[in-house]
């Protein structure tokens, strides 16, 4: 069965740095869109960034952009976000997400457990 | 990219019917067919169950269903059940290759 593993969150200061890992398995990852979503305690969820199956095109929220680089290894069936400059606003849980299919708008069928992130001094 | 506007909650009796509405720009929801709808229970990540305005994953019950009108989409849950009290949230692709979320609805069984 899919299973999405997220690691990496924890307690940083503000403009500290955090390297997020996403583990995949039960599906072809190569095949499918990514995408990273975060949800701050009490919010609703907040899309961050996705990535194309070849990892050749990302997009990204205007509230990361320029802080935050997605990536994937396919070898490895792994999803990555690397979070530099972090303010108090990026704290939150952080989601691993994955595409119903290519093409179907960003819907999202699997969601990992998520890796909180806290970011205060 | 502004959220997608959702009423705070919504209400109602078991057996009954009850929309959710999602309205957005012509940018998103008005331009695209690509809205989906998730429910999410506390402490628990958010569950597909609308995804292309009208369609259901495989297991989503037949209860659930989805539209569009405009810059306005919606999600009707009939037959209300105890199970469905949750929050649901819409989502909507935009024209800037990116993805806008709603302000979600708690939805109460009375």
């Known amino acids: 069965q899919v299973q999405l593993l997220e690691s990496g969150g924890g307690l940083v200061k503000p403009g500290g740095s955090l390297r997020l890992s996403c583990a995949a398995s039960?599906?072809?990852?190569?095949?499918?869109?990514m995408t990273w979503i975060r949800q701050a305690p009490g919010k609703g969820p907040e899309w961050v960034s996705f990535i194309n199956p070849s990892g050749t095109s990302m997009y990204y929220a205007d509230s990361v952009k320029g802080r935050f680089t997605i990536s994937r290894d396919n070898a490895k069936n792994s999803l990555y976000l690397q979070m530099n400059s972090l303010r108090v606003e990026d704290t939150a849980l952080y989601f691993c997400?994955?595409?119903?299919?290519?093409?179907?708008?960003?819907?999202?069928?699997?969601w990992g457990q998520g890796t909180l992130v806290t970011v205060s001094s | 990219q502004s959220a997608l506007t959702q009423p705070a909650s919504v209400s109602g009796s078991p057996g009954q019917s009850i929309t959710i509405s999602c309205t957005g720009t012509s940018s998103d929801v008005g331009g695209y067919n690509y809205v989906s709808w998730y429910q999410q229970h506390p402490g628990k990540a958010p569950k597909l169950m609308i995804y292309g305005v009208v369609n259901r994953p495989s297991g989503v019950s037949h209860r659930f269903s989805g539209s569009k009108s405009g810059n306005t989409a919606s999600l009707t849950i009939s037959g209300l059940q105890g199970e469905d009290e949750a929050d649901y949230y819409c989502s909507s692709y935009t024209s800037t290759f990116t993805l806008v979320f709603g302000g979600g609805t708690k939805v109460t069984v009375l």
């Open positions: 997400t994955k595409e119903i299919f290519t093409g179907s708008g960003a819907a999202f069928d699997y």
């Open positions: 039960g599906f072809t990852f190569s095949d499918f869109h």
